[in-house]
C-alpha cells in the first residue's frame, strides 16, 4: 500500500480542538476554523502540502482581507457565509 493511500488509520489524529458544542448546534454561528486547520494538518501528513497551504492561504484571506468573521473573532458572519467565502476564494 502506497503511504497516504488508507488515511482512515490517521483520521482520529487530526481533529477539531473542541467537543461537540451542543449548545450552539443548528444555530449557524460556530466557526469551523479549527476543523479546516486540522484538516491542512491531515494534508500536510498525505504529503499534499500545496493543498494544506492552499487551505491556510484560504482561511487567512477570508479573515484578514475579506474580514468575514463569525461572531466568536469580533464579525457577524453566520457559519454558512464564513464556508460561502472561503469557497469562493477557493474558486477563485
Not at 502540502?49 to 468573521?69: F, G, H, M, Y
Request: net charge neutral; charged share 20%; hydrophobic share 40%.
Amino acid at each position: 500500500m502506497t503511504p497516504g493511500a488508507n488515511i482512515g488509520e490517521h483520521a482520529a489524529i487530526f481533529e477539531a480542538v473542541h467537543g461537540s458544542a451542543p449548545d450552539i448546534a443548528g444555530k449557524g454561528i460556530a466557526n469551523p476554523t479549527a476543523l479546516l486547520l486540522a484538516s491542512a494538518m491531515m494534508l500536510d501528513h498525505v504529503k499534499r502540502t500545496d493543498l494544506a497551504e492552499r487551505l491556510r492561504q484560504t482561511i487567512s484571506d477570508v479573515l484578514n482581507k475579506d474580514n468575514v468573521r463569525t461572531g466568536d473573532l469580533g464579525g457577524s458572519a453566520s457559519t454558512e457565509q464564513y464556508a460561502k467565502a472561503l469557497v469562493a476564494r477557493l474558486r477563485g
